[in-house]
């Protein structure tokens, strides 16, 4: 009855979609007001996903015997993701160069405003801010700060002196494990809000954007989703069969309700929470979910990669001034080291893009007001870009460190051991074999 429950829920939000596009294209004026609905949706998960992020980890880090394993496991997910970064990051000179979009277009006072209005965001920060930003304030501050890597830095400290007491350590893991059970009954709860939030979120940027600035924009946006889905099945796929002999089909079908959500609000953070339970249930170890999955919001960011560089194309063509290919292979480096930490917030990579531009090419900063408009639609892909490549990720380097339970997995991806939706975790069934078998994955 529960699972019915939970179907219902996703249909809904399907429906919600639906009804927003219409809203926001019938009555545009309408639809802006409604934003404030899925701001609020979303709020209401960021708010949930530091606890979650830390009794993850605390749970997972603190039950390994060998300190050195977190590390390597950290080591091996910054160099999976540099690599699948960069070769998105080709992908996408390709396509771009080959497509060449930005032909006869023209801007306009109102756009170049907007363009300034976006560099201003993207000079807000650099490298050294972003890498002293990691260290929270107090201990506690990064709970109520909502900075992914700020948490991530707390409960990696607290799992490795939880992991050094010991025995002593047992009763802290058995009290976290209670908040994590507490936490995600709260995540439950506010699901049910999904629907509202994507009605919400839909409405508003259908009504923001209309359909004359999808019409002119359109070639933009379809050779953006094209490459992203090149990138998706024609790298990730194949990648994911040979080293771990996943089918991705059937990986993104048992994601199909996060994807949904991702793609009712925009923003790839709603999806974070279930990330963790799903990649927990599929048969990759606690240690490897809780240290992939929130470094790979900050770090892995191929969607992102693959939008930073059609659109810095796009604009130097539309703009007539055409970039060199050192000045493209120069530029879209700097862009994706100015971009980490930037996945999953709505609206970063538009910043991130005119930054770059402010930074080294200063006269094209007026075309991105170009794709002002329609960034919200391409936020989407990059989210889901994202989202699909962190999946991915986290069961690769599961197999890498051998801690992915293949036959678990092909259970799961068979429908024969089904996701629990009304706790998100397997508090009924035996962890999976990859954390019973291993001894270095037993509590300290």
Known sequence: MSRDRTHYLYIAVIVAVIAGIAVGLVAPDLGKELKPLGTAFVALIKMMISPIIFC??????GSVTQAAKVGRVGGLALGYFLVMSTVALVIGLVVGNLIDPGNGLQLTDELRKAAEAEAAKGGESDTVT?????????LVSAFTAGQVLQTLLVALLAG????????RGRPILTGVGHIQRLVFRVLIMIMWAAPVGAFGAMAAVVGATGVDALKSLGLIMLAFYATCLLFVFGVLGPVLWMFARVSLLSLLRYLGREFLLILGTSSSEPALPRLIAKMEHLGVSRPVVGITVPTGYSFNLDGTAIYLTMATLFIASATGAPLSGGEQISLLVFMII?????????????????????????????????IVGIDRFMSEARALTNFAGNAVATVLIGTWTGEFDRERAAEVLAGRVPFDETTLLDEDQPPPPAERSDPAMSPA
């Open 56 to 61: 993850t980890i605390v749970l997972g880090v």
């Open 160 to 167: 490795f002196a939880v992991q050094a007491m010991g025995e």
């Open 338 to 370: 100015a971009s980490k930490g930037a996945a999953g917030v709505t609206g970063a990579g538009l910043a991130t893009l005119a930054g770059g531009l402010q930074s080294h090419r200063p006269e094209l900063v007026d075309g991105v007001g170009l």
């Open 130 to 138: 972003f890498l002293l930003g990691i260290i929270p304030t107090t």
